[in-house]
């Protein structure tokens, strides 16, 4: 854009500012902005207002005039950059802009997906920049919290608090949905309107992450509550945006609850009482904590070699797939983070004995998970451990924690060719580079002979034990095992685990 064309469309901006009654400014299109560039959650969004008419597209500007962008923001970020939500039209007002703010609220959440922790909670900030963050699920009383609060603190966001790594916060000052009588819809409403405070001229950082908690019975005085990080990681992962592709999520949301002293839960009743101890709250000393280091564990391996027959044919467990898993600092529990098939995430927190199991369960049969328990913590007075262990163990396999498995199923790939010719055996895999031929010799004929009919280790194991004469098949079951290996690895066989459960039906 050159020097002329932008001061010519300021000066449009300014006319049309008198024109909508209101602070509003946009990109300048026929008689009244037909667009407004926002400012949210540290990215922008475009609002096409096109296709309104002058009443309708002022009130949009009047909505959003609080959130809009810095003027230079659109030379910053080019136009591919930028998510556009363009307005309904032919309908009411009030729905017409309820429905706008609901889907200028999803682009910018979807735009920041992965960068930054995106907590449902409002934010208030002090005058120097120290951001509070208020969490509740709806009818908490969060809402009604952040407008009382706002005339008295810097007003961030009553929607979204986005947070960057370094402890950022980037403000969303989209207008607030308050409930009107008689209407359908709520009213949007300028946060400026409602007389809650501009922002202070000081970068924004995280100071406080608070619980809020409103009893009709509770206290005069507010009382202000430690959470304990395993028990506050329910409600910290419940309101986060996009949380299965936020890098290390359980890492990231504990790293930044330790730079701000821990989650506080404050108890109170009416909202006016809040003003001093959110004061009290942001200008606290962080105690900078740096949370434990990540749990290093080895990856639960695909197949597993068996020391003996017997072990080849046991029931093994196996850590299901977890998205993070964190250690609560001065203990020895774990909590862990599962996501579902549509993106929702369950927090659990594991005991002491429940942790030590989960750990072992690497391809480990119950013998294997009883001497990880017995020796971390002993043997239990007057009980058997191998019960207590497969107790635990089988209610962590019913909660979805563990997975129990019977081994492995093994099967020739269909895109490989092959054939028998005398005692040996000619392998051509037909996908993958290079596509030559193979001879298998010996043993290893005899284990590809094997395949044929499928079946899991133990099968295998047996059979080619047989073929070859050999009275013990635990005596091959490690070499056996490692051409297995070396066969997928060429990509020549699959393996599938076998659900204990399953096999036993």
């Not at 009411?92 to 889907?103: E, V």
């Not at 603190?153 to 402890?167: H, K, L, M, N, W």
């Not at 105690?287 to 564990?297: Q, S, T």
């Not at 093994?316 to 862990?336: F, S």
Request: aromatic share 4%; hydrophobic share 45%.
């Amino acid at each position: 854009m050159t020097t002329n064309a932008h001061s010519s469309r300021i000066e449009l901006l300014v006319e049309e500012v008198a024109r909508c009654g209101s602070d509003a400014v946009g990109i300048y299109a026929g008689s009244v902005a037909a667009e407004l560039l926002v400012s949210a959650l540290g990215g922008l969004v475009r609002i096409d207002a096109s296709s309104l008419g002058d009443e309708d597209r002022c009130a949009v500007a009047d909505a959003w005039r609080d959130a809009l962008a810095a003027e230079d923001a659109a030379d910053v970020h080019p136009n591919d950059d930028v998510p556009i939500v363009r307005t309904m039209h032919d309908v009411a007002q009030d729905a017409m802009l309820s429905d706008l703010s609901q889907r200028v609220t999803l682009a910018a959440i979807e735009q920041s997906r992965g960068r930054m922790w995106m907590l449902h909670a409002a934010g208030l900030a002090t005058d120097d920049g120290r951001v509070v963050a208020l969490i509740g699920p709806s009818g908490r009383g969060k809402t009604t919290a952040s407008r009382v609060l706002g005339a008295h603190f810097g007003y961030v966001s009553d929607e979204t608090v986005a947070i960057d790594s370094d402890g950022t916060v980037h403000p969303y000052r989209k207008p607030l949905s308050v409930i009107a009588d008689g209407r359908d819809y709520k009213e949007q409403r300028t946060p400026s309107e409602l007389g809650l405070r501009a922002l202070p001229d000081a970068p924004l950082r995280l100071s406080a992450i608070v619980l809020l908690d409103r009893r009709p019975d509770g206290p005069d005085v507010p009382v202000v509550e430690p959470v304990d990080l395993g028990d506050a990681l329910t409600d910290l992962v419940e309101q986060t945006s996009y949380l299965a592709v936020l890098p290390s999520p359980l890492q990231t949301i504990a790293a930044h609850v330790a730079s701000v002293g821990g989650v506080q839960r404050v108890i109170y009743r009416e909202a006016e009482t809040l003003v001093h101890t959110i004061e009290a709250l942001a200008e606290r000393p962080g105690i900078g904590g740096v949370p434990p280091a990540p749990v290093d564990l080895e990856p639960a391996p695909q197949l597993s070699a068996a020391a003996a027959d017997d072990a080849l044919a046991a029931v093994r467990y196996t850590r299901t797939d977890v998205v993070d898993v964190h250690p609560l600092a001065g203990t020895d529990r774990l909590v862990l983070l599962h996501v579902g098939d549509v993106g929702n995430g369950t927090v659990r927190v594991l005991g002491e004995v429940a942790s030590t199991i989960w750990r072992a369960a690497n391809q480990a049969t119950l013998e294997t998970l009883v001497g990880a328990t017995v020796a971390e913590y002993g043997s239990p007075a007057g009980a058997d451990p191998t019960e207590l262990v497969r107790s635990a163990a089988d209610e962590m396999v019913d909660t979805g924690i563990l997975e129990r498995t019977f081994g492995v199923d093994w099967a020739i790939r269909e895109d490989v060719a092959w054939v028998e010719s005398g005692d040996r055996v000619v392998v051509l895999g037909l996908s993958g580079d290079p596509r030559s031929p193979q001879s298998l010799e010996g043993s290893a004929a005899l284990i590809w002979l094997a395949l044929v009919d499928g079946g899991d280790t133990a099968t295998i194991v047996r059979w080619v034990a047989g073929a070859a004469g050999i009275v013990n098949p635990a005596e091959i079951a490690d070499d056996v095992m490692a051409f297995l290996e070396q066969l997928l690895d060429n990509q020549w066989v699959q393996a599938r685990r076998i659900s204990a459960d399953a096999s036993s039906a």
